[in-house]
């Protein structure tokens, strides 16, 4: 049996290099947990038109393919996620639409030490810092790179030299 399909997007400010996660809302699936902006792959739909499809629907962001990177995947026990990355200049108030309650800019260092997140979100934290790594823009200081690092050992995931 083929596992299901999701969608994430991460979107990160390059002014704070903080990601903007939500909070389900009471009445949806994996209620109070925190989550990347994302959903169901629907058949026949590419997985990056999910993306910018989920993005306008759950958080009113009107982004293009070019804006997307995808960053990598990884599976549950029903499912296989991928993610996105989305690059904003600066940290905003996005539009909820109701399967979420709140929103929040968080630093991604410490993230996995949550006990609120939802388990997809918390498997592509990987994806996620190692994108962070490889631009110098999210990583001019050295503190946030060690973090980075350091995150990346704490999950024995492989640390990329992208050095020229």
Do not use: C
Request: glycine share 8%; net charge negative; charged share 25%.
């Amino acid at each position: 049996m083929a596992l299901r399909t999701s969608i994430w997007v991460a979107v990160v400010s390059s002014s704070t290099r903080r990601v903007l996660l939500a909070r389900r809302a009471p009445t949806t699936r994996n209620a109070g947990q925190w989550n990347f902006f994302g959903g169901g792959l629907n058949p026949g739909e590419r997985p990056f038109r999910t993306a910018l499809r989920e993005l306008q629907e759950e958080a009113g962001i009107v982004a293009t393919k070019d804006d997307l990177i995808e960053l990598g995947n990884a599976a549950t026990y029903s499912k296989k996620n991928i993610l996105y990355g989305l690059r904003v200049d600066d940290e905003f108030a996005p539009v909820l639409n109701g399967e979420s309650t709140h929103w929040e800019w968080v630093a991604v260092s410490g993230l996995e030490r949550r006990g609120d997140l939802h388990l997809p979100t918390s498997l592509l934290l990987g994806s996620l810092s190692a994108w962070l790594v490889r631009f110098p823009k999210f990583t001019e200081s050295l503190q946030i790179e060690d973090e980075v690092e350091e995150y990346l050992e704490s999950r024995a995931l492989p640390i990329l030299d992208l050095s020229p």
